[in-house]
Each structure stands twice: as C-alpha cells, then as structure tokens.
C-alpha cells in the first residue's frame, strides 16, 4: 500500500506558475503508475499528467501539453506537477493518485487504488 499527501496549492493570476507535490509513503511510487487528476464541482475527476515509471511513459491532456509538467524525485517518494502558462480553466482540486497497474497509463479514475487529499488552485483573470 502507498499513502498520498498533496500540497503546494494555492491562489495565482493567469498567467502564474505553481508546482504541486505528492509525497509518498508505504510502498515506492515507482512501482505504481502516477498521476494528477483535477476536478470541479459537478464534474468527474480529469487526469492532466501520468507516468508510468516502468515503461518510461508520460502522459498530458491537451488542455495542459506545454505547460504542466509531471516529474519525481525517488530518493523523496516525491511526485511533482510543475505547472505554469496557468490559466482560470485550470481552476480545480487537484489530486495524486496511485494505480496499481503498471502495464499501461489509465485515463480513468475510477482504475485508480489510492488517492490523496486534494490540493486546491485557483487561477484568477
């Protein structure tokens, strides 16, 4: 098992940078597939960036391609978001998850077996 703890979210204006952390503790987060979702009221959880540790894959959403960018530090069990360009449509909670399967990268949440807390943006005009 992994527990995941998100911070490092905040209030910027369009246009800001921010970075998001998901610290892991229990099992290595390299032996999981990571990523960040986000999600807004009424609305389903959206993954923005995943990577899949064994096979050397990454993974971005259109809406963020050229801005966010996924990374980890393995020494730190920490997973990084480093978002900039930021725009109020990324207005959301942003989550880490953890999923089990590291044969592929998931797009849906609902294939994902942990998850944090949630970390809340929110980019003002």
């Known amino acids: 098992q992994v527990q995941l703890v998100e911070s490092g979210g905040g209030a910027v204006h369009t246009g800001g940078s921010l970075r998001l952390s998901c610290t892991a503790s229990?099992?290595?987060?390299?032996?999981?597939?990571m990523a960040w979702f986000r999600q807004t009221p009424g609305k389903q959880r959206v993954c923005v960036a995943a990577l899949n540790w064994s096979r050397g894959e990454t993974y971005y959403d259109d809406s963020v391609k050229g801005r966010f960018t996924i990374s980890g530090d393995v020494a730190k069990n920490t997973l990084w978001l480093q978002m900039s360009s930021l725009k109020p449509e990324d207005t959301a909670n942003y989550y880490c998850?953890?999923?089990?399967?590291?044969?592929?990268?998931?797009?849906?949440?609902?294939?994902?077996?942990?998850w944090g807390q949630g970390t809340q943006l929110t980019v003002s005009s």
């Open positions: 229990g099992r290595a987060f390299t032996t999981y597939t």
């Open positions: 998850a953890a999923d089990e399967n590291t044969a592929y990268i998931n797009l849906d949440f609902l294939e994902y077996d942990y």
